[in-house]
């Protein structure tokens, strides 16, 4: 089992910044990728950002609306993933899910919420204009 508990949501204006953190326990030591998914008021939910480990390299993986804006890092001393924001923009208000990708069944696109194991309980980041 992994726990996923995000925090650093909030209001901001266009333009600004925001860091999102997630914090995992439990089994995450072989944890294959992570993401954050977001999910706008009566929208579907999805996909932002997300890093893949794979023999010793790590591959990124960015929607179109948030590239060059959004980055992702880790703290693996922490068991901590981070989600960057810059410019935000308005469109961007939604509340943002974290979740894990642990080896095993995969599809792998990892651009696809179905291929996530653990989610947290998502933090809600809403943009002013």
């Known amino acids: 089992q992994v726990q996923l508990v995000e925090s650093g949501g909030g209001l901001v204006q266009a333009g600004g910044s925001l860091r999102l953190s997630c914090a995992a326990s439990?089994?995450?030591?072989?944890?294959?990728?992570m993401a954050w998914f977001r999910q706008a008021p009566g929208k579907e939910r999805e996909f932002v950002i997300a890093?893949?480990?794979?023999?010793?390299?790590?591959?990124?993986y960015y929607a179109d609306s948030v590239k060059g804006r959004f980055t992702i890092s880790t703290d693996n001393a922490k068991n901590t993933v981070y989600l960057q924001m810059n410019s935000l923009k308005p469109e961007d208000t939604a509340v943002y899910y974290c979740?894990?990708?642990?080896?095993?069944?995969?599809?792998?696109?990892?651009?696809?919420?179905?291929?996530?194991?653990?989610w947290g309980q998502g933090t809600q980041v809403t943009v002013s204009s």
């Open positions: 439990g089994r995450t030591f072989n944890t294959n990728a």
């Open positions: 979740a894990a990708d642990l080896p095993g069944s995969s599809s792998g696109n990892y651009r696809l919420s179905r291929e996530y194991d653990y």
């Open positions: 890093i893949r480990w794979s023999v010793g390299n790590v591959y990124y």
